[in-house]
């Protein structure tokens, strides 16, 4: 979930309104976000809907705030503006490298510090969460009254072509940035493989930015007191550049711009054509069978408040009849799927406070998983066995679940990318985890008996996963006279009151001692195991108490009864 | 020391050694005589005494070095032919003919060097002379005291108080405790017939609390021979009716035994499981390891979304995929990413990777079940739950475990709405979070709309996010063959167990501390 900085004043600037921070909270729940910190002048606010980027910035969450609490929107015409003289040129290379590219310049904003903050962190949330890293989409913001256009989106020779980067004194080429400058190393990445870069720059050929990665030091950086900007976005997936491009206009129309439409000429097709006007509204009309609408929000709902709901939220061209609702989202908007979308708005703008709850009155039967009724029962005997129940985290270590019990043979589940070696597989076995117990415990007064029931994952080639998941049973007691007998005493109970009858054979098992050790079966199937922990494991672990102990698939085990 | 100390915390033995000083003047006793006056052995007296003193009972009222006088072998076979050979001898010199050496060792009650040792021994002191071959007396008084006053003086004592006792030296005549201490420094250890020995005596005086307690003992008639245990052979034989037994001190603890017992967290967990099942959910199970498929791709998330890089799922390193996709689910959800298929959905737009959803991961949330039970031809109306263990890709802390659990699950069903959601989850906060008061608050999840987050008003904790719920979007349950609305809820299970448990530390839920699990006292049911 993105979160961004706002700042307070600016935010309320825009919202047209003063709050304190409750009230604020309060207001802000409708636009599904949450101050995470507050710190002087400025918030932490975090964004829950991962879908809607148009709310990643103090401008787009004032722009919902104002709308919900006054029931309209700003209509920002200028999406359907006549197209204009400005143009972006697009060079033929590229088609097959960052084929997109969308613009538009805006006059008349002051930037101030305030302004060029949050446009700053606009771009940023938009690219890195939106734009994903920056490959979908990057964009650039520049001061454009130097700019002469057209501008030019070509590709360039990275070799024969320099440029003097943010935060350099001197000229590099376009390959040396990547492997020279900070920022460069982050994004090299994205140009991997590229045999000419994407460059834009002015008709007199001053280079602006290589984008996804940086922009120029001189011509075009915004600072605080320009009124006339470009703004670009570039990318590999046209929609998200386009909306990209209509929420960076917004943003800076809610700071008083006047956005003026830049023509993207291409040389190849997209999906939009070869001319795309940008910024571009690309919603379509949303069509909801008002039938729907009741069945989602159960009950009935009039019309008048459907379309106060839908003008609070941003909607446009909203048209009602006896049987759907017909609207049209916010130009900048792109997070609208499903009718169950438009009504989920409508819900939000009415208030969930607005709907009375009511039980769902169905009658079904509660019903436990038999597996979990046999762990209960398997449980509640060990317990009178006298074994303290354990319970244990499923990820463990190579070392502890192979090395540590002598099994190196063992094959278990493992994590390609694991956070830390100590969770680094899944747990083809309990013992393991109450051997690491015992280790921790030498403390507690003995004798210890501890037991464990849960799940475990095991390697299985022909099952459809190559894995399955299993119920185990491990139980283990530490003592000076711990043996194989006094814990195959509880074993007996187990079998005696769950009615399996199981026999030992001998086992080589290499984690007990030879010749003390025995396989479980049942039906001539092997289902568990049982013996003295072989002193070897016990060094392994630090134990310096005898250990017997015995593991059971009570999937198995519970079959029988 | 408290004066009115609960009689039942007595020790019969320290009853006894009490009322061993109703016996002695001004309440004092010295340890020598305790045995016998208490009538138990010394060092049931030595334990006694020691109780007695820690509770303020007695004290030490003096201390003295007391010599003691006992019989060697030697004495003992003297006090059995009763009488010394200078006795012996003497009583033969105080007769006429006055007899010689020579005559005197025909007697064989002592062997020559007896006799020789007491002729000489006599002779050297003058109690006797040499009167040419014959011996005489020569000093009466002195040859009196050996044959009238030493043998009833001291071996007679002996006879008294028995050949092993130890008499005290200051109890025998002047003459005697000369004798004593003559005979004991001047002859080798091994000949000499007795034996003195130093030790220290205490005189044990009881305190006024003491006094008053064997005041209520004698009142009460405690004599310390009361029964301690009911044996069965006094059950068969009937002779509880002759005994009394003794009253036991009930303000005395015994030690906490080590019991059998479920863990406390995964009991907790129990108790949420016992309450979904009684509001008439039916339980979930899956596997471990998922496909992104389930784990995601059915959720309709799509495959570029933000929570499904790899810093956010665990990955299965050997084997990579599953074996085969899962039809017709995999084609159905990738119409619904790619196009909406027949959903009513726009999708996604973009193109489904058959391959990625075949990717295994280890389940990273509970819904993953809830997906496997749509498509699986569930109950309608139905209500399903699962505790499900799952795993993200974070930092363990003290906010984060290894692998965590999720208790999720959804309500299907012809007349499920937005309100009946609310519904459902008011029911949540009431039965779960034992609050009578909540709230709803918009939300997003990428397989919800709407998306509701629950909050509860908790009796300790105030308002806390207990826990996200939504209607399934269409693009998610048609594909997988369900026509009705389903509500898909999840609770926020491991913040309420810590406040439960009193737990700071999330890991500690799962320790591996022995004395910890065993010392984590029941919790409050999660869910009564």
Redesign the interface.
């Known amino acids: 979930m993105p979160t961004i900085t706002v700042i307070r004043e600016d935010l309320e600037r825009l919202a047209g309104q003063t709050y304190d921070l409750p009230e604020l909270e309060r207001a802000l729940?409708?636009v599904?976000a949450e101050v995470k910190v507050e710190d002087g002048a400025l918030l932490r606010i975090q964004l829950?809907?991962?879908?809607r980027p148009d709310l990643w910035s103090s401008e787009g969450v004032a722009r919902l705030l104002k709308g919900h609490r006054e029931g309209v929107h700003e209509p920002y015409g200028f999406f359907d503006d006549p197209p204009g003289e400005l143009e972006v040129r697009v060079d033929p290379a590229l088609e097959g490298l960052r084929p997109y590219v969308a613009a538009f310049a805006c006059e008349g904003v002051s930037v101030d510090e305030a302004a060029l903050e949050q446009l700053i962190e606009a771009q940023e949330k938009l690219a890195e969460?939106y734009g994903?890293g920056r490959s979908?989409v990057a964009i650039g913001i520049y001061d454009a009254s130097d700019l002469a256009f057209p501008v030019r989106y070509d590709a360039a020779d990275p070799d024969a072509t320099r440029f003097v980067p943010l935060g350099m004194e001197t000229g590099l080429t376009l390959r040396d940035i990547l492997s020279e400058h900070p920022t460069g190393r982050t994004y090299a990445h994205l140009l991997e493989g590229f045999g000419a870069f994407p460059l834009i720059s002015d008709s007199r050929g001053e280079v602006l930015s290589m984008p996804p990665v940086i922009n120029s030091r001189d011509p075009g950086a915004v600072e605080v007191g320009d009124s006339f900007l470009f703004c670009e976005a570039t990318g590999t997936e046209l929609?998200a550049v386009l909306l990209s491009v209509a929420i960076m206009a917004a943003n800076m129309a809610d700071r008083g711009g006047r956005i003026l439409p830049v023509n993207t000429i291409y040389p190849y097709d997209t999906p939009r054509g070869r001319e795309i006007r940008c910024p571009l509204d690309m919603t379509?009309t949303v069509e909801v069978d008002l039938d729907d609408l009741r069945?989602?929000?159960?009950?009935a709902i009039d019309n008048g408040s459907i379309e106060r709901a839908l003008a609070a939220m941003g909607y446009r061209d909203v048209a009602l009849d006896r049987n759907r609702v017909r609207a049209r989202p916010a130009p900048y908007r792109d997070d609208i799927?499903?009718?169950?979308?438009l009504?989920?708005d409508v819900?939000?703008a009415v208030g969930?406070?607005n709907?009375?709850?009511?039980?769902?009155?169905?009658?079904?039967?509660?019903?436990?998983?038999p597996?979990?009724d046999l762990s209960?029962r398997i449980?509640g005997l060990?317990?009178?066995?006298?074994?303290?129940?354990?319970?244990?985290?499923?990820?463990s270590s190579r070392a502890d679940l192979t090395e540590r019990v002598c099994d190196t043979g063992a094959r278990i589940?493992?994590?390609?990318?694991?956070?830390?070696e100590?969770?680094s597989a899944?747990r083809n076995a309990l013992l393991p985890?109450l051997l690491?117990?015992?280790?921790?415990?030498r403390?507690?007064?003995y004798?210890?008996?501890?037991f464990e029931v849960g799940?475990v994952?095991v390697i299985a080639?022909d099952?459809?996963?190559?894995?399955?998941?299993e119920i185990c049973l491990a139980a283990l007691e530490a003592h000076a006279d711990a043996t194989l007998s006094g814990i195959q005493s509880h074993l007996e109970a187990l079998a005696y009151y769950l009615g399996f009858d199981y026999s030992l054979t001998p086992s080589e098992h290499p984690t007990f001692l030879p010749g003390r050790a025995g396989e479980i079966r049942l039906d001539g199937n092997g289902f568990g195991i049982i013996g003295e922990i072989h002193p070897e494991v016990l060094e392994n672990w630090g134990i310096s108490v005898p250990v017997s102990a015995f593991e059971v698939n009570i999937d198995i085990a519970g079959t029988q009864s | 020391m408290d004066p009115t100390i609960d009689l039942s915390s007595l020790h019969a033995l320290e009853i006894k050694t009490l009322r061993a000083f109703e016996s002695g003047e001004e309440h004092e006793l010295t340890d020598a005589v305790l045995p016998e006056a208490a009538g138990i052995g010394s060092g049931q007296v030595r334990r006694a005494l020691e109780w007695l003193r820690s509770k303020g009972l007695l004290d030490v009222a003096g201390e003295a070095t007391v010599s003691t006088v006992s019989l060697t072998e030697s004495g003992v076979a003297l006090a059995g032919i009763g009488a010394t050979p200078e006795a012996a001898l003497l009583l033969r010199a105080n007769k006429e003919p006055a007899p010689t050496l020579k005559h005197l060792q025909a007697d064989t009650r002592f062997d020559r060097g007896e006799w020789g040792s007491a002729y000489g021994g006599l002779k050297a002191e003058g109690t006797i002379r040499q009167d040419g071959a014959a011996i005489r007396i020569a000093d009466p008084d002195r040859a009196a005291f050996y044959t009238e006053r030493l043998v009833p003086g001291l071996f007679g004592r002996f006879r008294e108080a028995g050949d092993g006792a130890a008499l005290n030296l200051d109890d025998f005549t002047e003459e005697i405790q000369s004798y004593i201490l003559e005979r004991t420094s001047k002859r080798g250890k091994g000949k000499a017939a007795i034996r003195v020995d130093e030790r220290l005596e205490r005189t044990y005086r009881l305190t006024p609390a003491g006094r008053g307690t064997l005041e209520r003992i004698l009142e009460s008639g405690l004599t310390g021979d009361e029964v301690s245990r009911l044996t069965p052979e006094m059950l068969q034989s009937g002779d509880w009716r002759d005994v009394s037994f003794r009253r036991y001190d009930i303000s005395i603890k015994p030690p906490r035994i080590l019991i059998g017992r479920l863990h406390p967290y995964r009991a907790y967990l129990d108790g949420v499981r016992r309450k979904l099942l009684s509001l008439g959910f039916e339980e979930m199970k899956g596997p471990l390891v998922e496909t992104e498929f389930w784990n995601m791709d059915a959720l309709f998330m799509p495959q570029f979304h933000a929570a499904r890089n790899i810093h956010d799922a665990y990955y299965v390193k050997e084997p990579i995929r599953s074996n085969a996709p899962e039809e017709p689910f995999f084609s159905n959800v990738a119409a619904a990413h790619a196009d909406g298929g027949d959903t009513g959905s726009r999708g996604w737009r973009y193109e489904f990777s058959p391959a990625r959803a075949r990717r295994l991961i280890l389940r990273s949330q509970g819904t993953a079940l809830s997906g496997r039970t749509l498509a699986s031809g569930p109950n309608v109306p139905g209500k399903y739950f699962a505790v499900a263990r799952c795993f993200r890709y974070d930092d363990v802390d003290a906010t984060h475990a290894a692998d965590f659990f999720q208790v999720e699950g959804i309500v299907l069903g012809e007349g499920i709405n937005f309100r009946s959601l609310l519904g459902l989850l008011k029911l949540f906060a009431l039965e779960i979070a034992q609050s009578d008061e909540c709230r709803f608050v918009p939300d997003y999840f990428p397989f919800t709309e709407p998306s509701v987050e629950l909050q509860a008003r908790h009796p300790s904790l105030g308002w806390i996010e207990f826990g996200g719920a939504g209607l399934f979007r269409p693009e998610l349950t048609r594909p997988l063959g369900v026509e009705v609305p389903v509500i898909a809820w999840g609770l926020g299970i491991d913040r309420m167990a810590m406040v439960a448990l009193d737990i700071d530390d999330i890991r500690d839920l799962f320790s591996t501390d022995l004395d910890r699990i065993r010392n984590e006292r029941e919790n409050r049911p999660a869910a009564t």
């Not at chain 1, 829950?48 to 879908?51: G, L, P, Q, W």
């Not at chain 1, 799927?337 to 979308?341: E, G, K, R, T």
């Not at chain 1, 099952?463 to 998941?469: A, D, V």
């Open positions: 729940e409708a599904k829950k809907d991962t879908n969460g994903r979908a929609d379509e069945r989602v929000i159960g009950g799927l499903h009718p169950v979308d009504i989920e819900i939000v969930f406070d709907f009375e709850p009511e039980l769902p009155h169905d009658f079904t039967v509660g019903k436990s998983a597996e979990e209960d449980r060990m317990v009178g066995c006298g074994f303290q129940e354990v319970f244990l985290p499923i990820l589940v493992e994590i390609s990318n694991p956070m830390s100590n969770y899944v985890g690491r117990v015992e280790a921790a415990s403390k507690a007064p004798p210890h008996h501890i799940e994952c080639r099952e459809l996963y190559g894995t399955r998941t």
